[in-house]
C-alpha cells in the first residue's frame, strides 16, 4: 500500500480536536462534527464504489463510525449507553438489555461492516439491531457469532474469526488480532465465558459474557492504518510487523495487568498517534464534553503522561463525540 508519509497526523480541522499537553487534558475550541444525517431506511451496498475521504467519529466506549467513501465500518458501535449503576457503585448484573433506536437511528444511517471486538454489553449490545436495520456484515469471535443467531440476525450477516484472518473489502483491508480483555483488580473480568452454541436470547448485560477478544488493523488504500481495541490487556506478540499510524487505546483500569502500556507500544512498533478510548463515563448521555468520573480522570491523565514517557514521538488525541478527524 503506498506511503504518503504515514507516520504523520494528518486531518482536515486540526483546530477542533482536543489536544493534550504535557500537564494534562486541553479543551477543544471547536464545535464537534455530526454524524452523517439519517435516512429514512437502510439502502443496499452500492454496486460501485467511489473514493473520498476517510474519517473517524469516536461514539464512546470503544466505539468507532468510519466513512470510507461510500463505505461505513462501525467498531463495537454502543449507542444505548444504559444505566448498569456502574459509575454510581451500585452496579446490577441483572440490568436489562434495552436498544434505543430513538438514540441509534439518528447516527446509523448506514453500515457496510461492524467489527466486534468482544461481547460485553458496552461492546455488542447494540450490534444485532444495527444489523437488522442496516444488512450490515458482522465480525466477530464464535460467540459473538452465536450471539447474533440468539438475535435472529442471519447466518448469512454474521462472520467468525478468531485472529489472523486478512479481509480485503477492496479499497481497504481489515486484519483481525487475537487480543485479550482486561483485569479487574481482582485479577478477574466481568462476565466470563464464551458460548459455543447458540443460546436463548439475552435479556440482561450478565447475558453477554467476555466470549474473548480482539482487535482490529484497518488499512485504507491510500490512506491511514489504524489499530483499534476493545479492552486493556495485549498479546504483543500478535502485533509483530502491524506498526500501524494510529492506535486507539483503551484506558487501563486498574494495574493488575503488568506493563500495559509499554508492551502494547512496543508491539505496534510507537504509533505516531495514540488515542484514548473507552475512557468516558458510557451511561450517560453522547454530549460533548464527554464526562469522565474523578478516578478515570486521573487515570487518563496518568496514560497521557505514561504515553509521553514510553512514545515521546507519539502524539496524544483525546477525542471528542461525534467530531470527524481525518488521520
Known amino acids: 500500500m503506498p506511503s504518503i508519509d504515514r507516520r504523520r497526523f494528518l486531518r482536515d480541522a486540526a483546530a477542533t480536536t482536543a489536544l493534550v499537553s504535557a500537564g494534562g487534558l486541553a479543551a477543544g475550541t471547536a464545535t464537534p462534527a455530526q454524524a452523517a444525517a439519517p435516512t429514512p431506511t437502510a439502502a443496499a451496498a452500492p454496486s460501485t464504489r467511489r473514493r473520498g ?3 473517524f467519529r469516536w461514539w464512546g466506549t470503544a466505539g468507532w463510525r468510519v466513512d470510507i467513501g461510500d ?8 449507542l444505548s449507553r444504559i444505566d448498569t449503576g456502574l459509575f454510581t457503585g451500585a452496579f446490577k448484573t441483572a440490568t436489562p438489555l434495552t436498544v434505543r433506536p430513538d438514540v441509534i437511528d439518528p447516527r446509523v444511517d448506514r453500515a457496510t ?7 460485553h454489553w458496552d461492546h455488542f ?3 444485532p439491531y444495527i444489523a437488522g436495520r442496516t444488512g450490515a456484515r458482522v465480525f466477530g469471535t464464535l460467540t459473538a457469532y452465536h450471539l447474533g443467531l440468539a438475535y435472529g440476525v442471519p447466518s448469512t450477516q454474521l462472520s467468525p474469526v478468531k485472529g489472523g484472518e486478512l479481509l480485503d473489502f477492496g479499497d481497504h483491508t481489515v486484519e483481525v488480532v487475537g487480543s485479550l480483555h482486561s483485569r479487574n483488580p481482582s485479577y478477574s473480568l466481568a462476565f466470563p465465558g464464551v458460548r459455543v452454541s447458540q443460546p436463548a436470547q439475552p435479556a440482561t448485560i450478565a447475558d ?5 477478544t480482539l482487535g482490529y488493523l484497518l488499512r485504507v488504500e491510500g490512506g491511514p492504518s489504524v489499530y483499534f481495541t476493545g479492552a486493556s490487556d ?3 506478540r500478535n502485533l ?3 506498526a500501524p499510524d494510529v ?3 483503551a484506558l487501563q483500569n486498574a494495574t493488575t495487568t503488568g506493563d500495559y502500556l509499554p508492551r502494547l507500544l512496543a508491539g505496534l512498533d510507537y504509533p505516531k498517534v495514540v488515542v484514548p478510548v473507552h475512557y468516558d463515563n458510557f451511561e450517560t448521555p453522547l454530549q460533548n464534553p464527554p464526562v469522565v468520573a474523578p478516578t478515570d480522570r486521573t487515570r487518563l491523565n496518568d496514560m497521557i503522561a505514561a504515553v509521553r514517557r514510553i512514545s515521546p514521538r507519539s502524539r496524544v488525541l483525546v477525542p471528542e463525540y461525534e467530531t470527524a478527524y481525518h488521520f
Open 71 to 78: 463505505r461505513t465500518v462501525l467498531v463495537d458501535p454502543y
Open 234 to 236: 495485549v498479546a504483543e
Open 247 to 249: 492506535a486507539m487505546v
Open 240 to 242: 509483530t510487523g502491524l
Open 113 to 119: 461492516t461492524v467489527l466486534v471486538t468482544h461481547t
Open 125 to 127: 449490545m447494540d450490534v
Open 208 to 212: 453477554l459474557p467476555e466470549g474473548d
Open 53 to 55: 475521504a476517510v474519517s
